[in-house]
């Protein structure tokens, strides 16, 4: 597991202590998200008996993380960012704790696990963009691929444990059980970063303003690499995100088991896997930007798939190739991040991803679960699919420079022509 071939690269983990630490604390505490985020959707469910009701829980979470995200850059790039995500950290290992009790005490109340989910997205859209911001810091330049890959194997390992022991914890001791892990986990997160040393942004600290909030924006869209990378995801998660569908698909083609909705929720997850640990030829792509392409189009075709078979098995490999296609196309988003960016300009990028990466896609999630509410859940999947392998298409003949970018280009170089 060298540097070459196939399989990954674990260099980052063997050269920096800091990293592995991170890494390692990380992917506990990722674990315990997981099992909220599996608990959350099934507690929906079971009060409501609504796809759409599902879907909300995603939307309320992404509007305040789109809000939260494009202001919070401009905090992450003027302050020490080690211990901003101390002080994000503890918040959100509070809102589990708040899951936690209000499962205790039998709720049922659908808009206090909307309130949570709010403060949850609002939180992360500053905690998640500023921790991605230490890669760069902890890596030689050469290896953030690897590192960017590592992080998937990190994130994937979590969708695999935690939805499938949160499906064996929800049986046999209920969902508050599951929350509970979860804030306890974050006991983790905070020893990871509390080792880190000091993350203050190099050069001349950003000024806490609308106009540097506009300056990042502005960043974005003209340079054609970001432009792209952004546009790519978007049309992959929003046409075609469908795990608000998997609560009713369950239902109508398994029986509604918890183990069952949580060979669904790990599938996508065992396929991420497989790709991240198979990441190794990645470095030597040199156009990400076709490649995201690419991948999002295979994505959006297994996502179709999924949507038109009808046994267990189909299903779930359909949606391991699906989790495959997006690592890949996530590792080639994040490395154009990294790589096309000035460390002055990083937290507003990073943050401005994380709205693109994680919010958008809670928006594709209701999405789904409305079109689900006035069709069906299968009609939405197949429609949701084909339409993202179209939005790729359409994306590669209107974006040529971002078809032709590549890691080579230096930050400068890579806002090219608009």
């Not at 985020?37 to 796809?51: D, E, G, K, N, Y």
């Not at 002080?87 to 709720?107: I, P």
């Not at 470095?283 to 009808?310: E, N, Q, S, Y």
Request: proline share 5%; glycine share 12%.
């Amino acid at each position: 597991m060298r540097g070459h071939g196939l399989l990954a690269d674990v260099r980052p983990l063997r050269e920096s202590p800091e990293f592995r630490r991170l890494w390692l604390s990380s992917t506990l505490s990722s674990v315990g998200g997981q099992m909220t985020t599996f608990a959350v959707a099934l507690q929906v469910f079971h009060i409501s008996r609504s796809s759409a009701a599902v879907g909300a829980v995603g939307l309320a979470s992404a509007v305040p993380a789109i809000v939260v995200g494009l202001a919070g850059g401009v905090l992450i790039d003027s302050m020490d960012r080690r211990r901003l995500v101390l002080v994000t950290s503890t918040v959100l290992a509070l809102v589990s704790a708040g899951y936690a009790a209000q499962a205790f005490a039998g709720s049922s109340a659908l808009w206090l696990l909307y309130v949570l989910a709010a403060a949850s997205g609002a939180v992360s859209a500053v905690n998640t963009p500023a921790r991605r911001t230490f890669m760069p810091r902890l890596l030689r330049r050469e290896l953030v691929p690897a590192g960017a890959a590592l992080t998937m194997i990190s994130g994937y390992s979590a969708m695999i444990v935690g939805p499938a022991l949160a499906g064996v914890v929800a049986a046999a001791a209920g969902l508050k059980v599951c929350y509970l892990i979860d804030a306890i986990s974050y006991g983790a997160a905070l020893y990871g970063v509390f080792r880190l040393p000091p993350m203050r942004p190099d050069g001349t600290a950003s000024r806490r303003s609308l106009a540097a909030a506009i300056e990042g924006l502005t960043f974005v869209v003209r340079n054609r690499a970001l432009r792209g990378a952004m546009l790519a995801d978007l049309s992959a998660t929003v046409l075609a995100m469908p795990i608000a569908l998997f609560p009713a698909i369950n239902a109508d083609r398994f029986g509604g088991s918890p183990r069952t909705l949580g060979l669904l929720s790990t599938a996508i997850a065992v396929g991420g896997l497989l790709g991240s640990a198979l990441s190794g030829p990645v470095k030597g792509v040199t156009r990400p930007g076709r490649a995201m392409l690419i991948t999002g189009a295979i994505w959006g075709a297994a996502v179709a798939g999924f949507g038109a078979v009808h046994g267990l098995a189909a299903s779930l490999a359909l949606l391991a190739v699906a989790g495959a296609a997006d690592m890949l196309s996530v590792v080639f988003r994040s490395t154009i991040v990294q790589l096309a960016t000035p460390d002055t300009m990083r937290g507003r990028t990073s943050s401005a991803e994380y709205v693109v990466g994680a919010a958008f896609p809670q928006v594709g999630n209701f999405r789904a679960g409305v079109l689900a509410t006035v069709s069906t859940p299968q009609i939405s999947a197949v429609a949701g699919g084909m339409a993202a392998v179209v939005g790729a298409g359409l994306i590669a003949a209107k974006l040529p420079a971002f078809v032709a970018y590549r890691h080579v280009d230096s930050p400068a170089s890579a806002a090219g022509p608009p």
